[in-house]
T-cell receptor, first 118, second 110 residues
Framework: DAMVIQNPRYQVTQFGKPVTLSCSQT?????MYWYQQKSSQAPKLLFH???????NEADTPDNFQSRRPNTSFCFLDIRSPGLGDAAMYLC?????????????????FGPGTRLLVL | DAKTTQPPSMDCAEGRAANLPCNHS???????VYWYRQIHSQGPQYIIH???NNETNEMASLIITEDRKSSTLILPHATLRDTAVYYC???????????FGTGTSLTVIP
């Protein structure tokens, strides 16, 4: 089945130790997104890629970076994780960024990676 | 920048219709309303979306008021597996970035 895959489902890292989360998709979608979701809060958009074009949300900390080496894969790098970065990280995809005509662009989410910072 | 307001929690008896309201009084004429739900520890799941007409699919119905300032998601026969947080999202016309509001935690009671 075509889908959005996130590995691992749980990741433990140490305070200040760089960590990378991965996302892959078999949908061949142009757009990939990363969201952060802290406990009991709604998902918050961090950034997205349209093909190779990177778009950062204005309030995303510099500590968060992303790479998209090809259409299928996208990585979230946290350079120096703090205790406040413990959260669920969600990857999502959509075919296009801007709807064309009547066609809408649904986002498809992966299961998320839960990050624990010790 | 969420543009929606939802009640924080609701209960619904199993087998009954669940009606989840959403206020989006500042919505623009070409912005769509999307609904997603998130079952505990899973990624959000698409339910339905609409512009101004009422919409129905196999999961739910979406009723949008004529002035488009509010909408209601209807799950016609709620089951225990419908227990989740339901998010109402107004999608900006200029892009596909989703800004989630606080959502409604729906509990379906046996």
């Amino acid at each position: 089945d075509a889908m959005v895959i996130q590995n691992p489902r749980y990741q433990v890292t140490q305070f200040g130790k760089p960590v990378t989360l991965s996302c892959s998709q078999t949908l061949n979608h142009n757009v990939m997104y990363w969201y952060q979701q802290k406990s009991s809060q709604a998902p918050k958009l961090l950034f997205h890629y349209y093909d190779k074009d990177f778009n950062n949300e204005a309030d995303t900390p510099d500590n968060f970076q992303s790479r998209r080496p090809n259409t299928s894969f996208c990585f979230l790098d946290i350079r120096s994780p703090g205790l406040g970065d413990a959260a669920m990280y969600l990857c999502a995809t959509s075919r296009e960024l801007i709807p064309r005509g009547r066609r809408q662009e649904t986002q498809y989410f992966g299961p998320g990676t839960r990050l624990l910072v010790l | 920048d969420a543009k929606t307001t939802q009640p924080p929690s609701m209960d619904c008896a199993e087998g009954r219709a669940a009606n989840l309201p959403c206020n989006h009084s500042t919505i623009s004429g070409n912005e769509y309303v999307y609904w997603y739900r998130q079952i505990h520890s899973q990624g959000p799941q698409y339910i339905i979306h609409g512009l101004k007409n009422n919409e129905t699919n196999e999961m739910a119905s979406l009723i949008i008021t004529e002035d488009r300032k509010s909408s209601t998601l209807i799950l016609p026969h709620a089951t225990l597996r419908d227990t989740a947080v339901y998010y109402c999202i107004v999608r900006p016309y200029t892009g596909n970035q989703f800004y989630f509001g606080t959502g409604t935690s729906l509990t379906v009671i046996p």
